[in-house]
Nanobody, 125 residues
Protein backbone atom coordinates (compact mmCIF):
# COMPACT_ATOMS: atom_id res chain seq x y z
CA UNK A 1 0.00 0.00 0.00
CA UNK A 2 1.31 3.42 -0.94
CA UNK A 3 1.13 6.17 1.64
CA UNK A 4 1.59 9.87 1.01
CA UNK A 5 1.96 12.39 3.79
CA UNK A 6 1.97 16.12 3.04
CA UNK A 7 3.39 18.80 5.26
CA UNK A 8 4.36 22.45 5.09
CA UNK A 9 1.02 24.18 4.75
CA UNK A 10 0.00 27.15 6.81
CA UNK A 11 -1.02 30.78 6.87
CA UNK A 12 1.04 33.30 4.92
CA UNK A 13 0.57 36.85 3.72
CA UNK A 14 0.19 37.66 0.05
CA UNK A 15 3.60 37.77 -1.60
CA UNK A 16 5.03 35.25 0.81
CA UNK A 17 6.35 31.74 0.24
CA UNK A 18 5.73 28.22 1.46
CA UNK A 19 7.29 24.87 0.63
CA UNK A 20 5.10 21.80 0.71
CA UNK A 21 6.59 18.35 1.12
CA UNK A 22 5.11 14.96 0.34
CA UNK A 23 6.77 11.88 1.78
CA UNK A 24 6.01 8.63 -0.04
CA UNK A 25 6.25 5.14 1.39
CA UNK A 26 5.17 1.70 0.38
CA UNK A 27 6.61 1.24 -3.11
CA UNK A 28 9.41 2.19 -5.41
CA UNK A 29 9.21 5.94 -5.61
CA UNK A 30 11.72 6.71 -8.29
CA UNK A 31 9.56 5.40 -11.16
CA UNK A 32 6.31 6.94 -9.96
CA UNK A 33 4.69 10.00 -11.48
CA UNK A 34 4.00 12.53 -8.72
CA UNK A 35 1.48 15.33 -8.87
CA UNK A 36 0.15 18.23 -6.84
CA UNK A 37 -3.49 19.27 -6.90
CA UNK A 38 -5.48 21.79 -4.92
CA UNK A 39 -9.09 22.33 -3.99
CA UNK A 40 -10.57 25.59 -2.82
CA UNK A 41 -13.93 25.72 -0.99
CA UNK A 42 -16.79 25.31 -3.41
CA UNK A 43 -14.51 24.54 -6.35
CA UNK A 44 -13.39 21.43 -8.14
CA UNK A 45 -10.00 19.89 -7.58
CA UNK A 46 -7.44 21.62 -9.78
CA UNK A 47 -4.17 20.36 -11.19
CA UNK A 48 -1.13 22.32 -10.04
CA UNK A 49 2.03 20.51 -11.17
CA UNK A 50 3.47 17.09 -11.90
CA UNK A 51 6.94 15.61 -12.16
CA UNK A 52 8.27 12.36 -13.64
CA UNK A 53 11.08 10.27 -12.26
CA UNK A 54 13.39 11.77 -14.83
CA UNK A 55 12.72 15.27 -13.56
CA UNK A 56 10.56 16.43 -16.45
CA UNK A 57 7.62 18.47 -15.21
CA UNK A 58 4.44 20.23 -16.19
CA UNK A 59 2.54 23.07 -14.56
CA UNK A 60 -0.88 24.59 -14.62
CA UNK A 61 0.39 27.47 -16.69
CA UNK A 62 -2.51 29.80 -16.15
CA UNK A 63 -2.47 29.58 -12.40
CA UNK A 64 1.00 28.95 -11.12
CA UNK A 65 3.74 28.91 -13.71
CA UNK A 66 6.54 31.26 -12.83
CA UNK A 67 5.62 31.20 -9.15
CA UNK A 68 5.54 27.52 -8.20
CA UNK A 69 8.31 24.96 -8.66
CA UNK A 70 7.91 21.20 -8.32
CA UNK A 71 10.89 19.00 -7.52
CA UNK A 72 11.66 15.56 -6.16
CA UNK A 73 14.37 13.84 -4.20
CA UNK A 74 14.30 10.17 -5.15
CA UNK A 75 16.79 9.29 -2.43
CA UNK A 76 14.42 10.68 0.18
CA UNK A 77 11.20 9.47 -1.49
CA UNK A 78 9.91 13.02 -1.27
CA UNK A 79 8.38 15.50 -3.68
CA UNK A 80 8.24 19.22 -3.03
CA UNK A 81 6.19 22.19 -4.15
CA UNK A 82 7.91 25.53 -3.65
CA UNK A 83 5.34 28.29 -3.79
CA UNK A 84 6.48 31.90 -4.17
CA UNK A 85 4.63 35.17 -4.66
CA UNK A 86 1.54 33.64 -3.14
CA UNK A 87 -1.83 35.22 -3.83
CA UNK A 88 -5.12 34.98 -1.91
CA UNK A 89 -6.52 32.93 -4.79
CA UNK A 90 -3.92 30.25 -4.03
CA UNK A 91 -5.80 29.49 -0.82
CA UNK A 92 -6.84 25.84 -0.92
CA UNK A 93 -6.17 22.38 0.43
CA UNK A 94 -3.17 21.04 -1.44
CA UNK A 95 -2.94 17.34 -2.21
CA UNK A 96 -0.04 15.19 -3.23
CA UNK A 97 -0.83 12.31 -5.59
CA UNK A 98 1.01 9.35 -7.07
CA UNK A 99 0.54 7.38 -10.26
CA UNK A 100 2.73 4.29 -10.53
CA UNK A 101 1.09 3.20 -13.79
CA UNK A 102 1.35 6.37 -15.87
CA UNK A 103 4.59 7.03 -17.71
CA UNK A 104 3.68 10.42 -19.14
CA UNK A 105 2.98 13.74 -17.45
CA UNK A 106 -0.71 13.64 -16.61
CA UNK A 107 -2.81 16.56 -15.44
CA UNK A 108 -5.91 14.44 -14.80
CA UNK A 109 -6.78 13.58 -11.21
CA UNK A 110 -8.46 10.36 -12.36
CA UNK A 111 -5.10 8.97 -13.47
CA UNK A 112 -3.58 9.22 -10.02
CA UNK A 113 -4.15 6.21 -7.80
CA UNK A 114 -2.89 7.35 -4.44
CA UNK A 115 -3.56 10.56 -2.54
CA UNK A 116 -2.36 12.23 0.61
CA UNK A 117 -4.64 13.66 3.25
CA UNK A 118 -4.07 17.24 2.12
CA UNK A 119 -2.52 20.27 3.74
CA UNK A 120 -4.21 23.66 4.11
CA UNK A 121 -2.62 26.72 2.55
CA UNK A 122 -4.18 30.05 3.44
CA UNK A 123 -2.96 33.28 1.88
CA UNK A 124 -4.17 36.49 3.48
CA UNK A 125 -4.46 39.75 1.60
Amino acid sequence: QVQLVESGGGLVQAGGSLRLSCAVSGRTFSSTLMGWFRQAPGKEREFVAAIRWSGSMVYNTDSVKGRFTVSRDNAKNTVYLQMNSLKPEDTAVYYCAASPRIGFLSTWASEYDYWGQGTQVTVSS
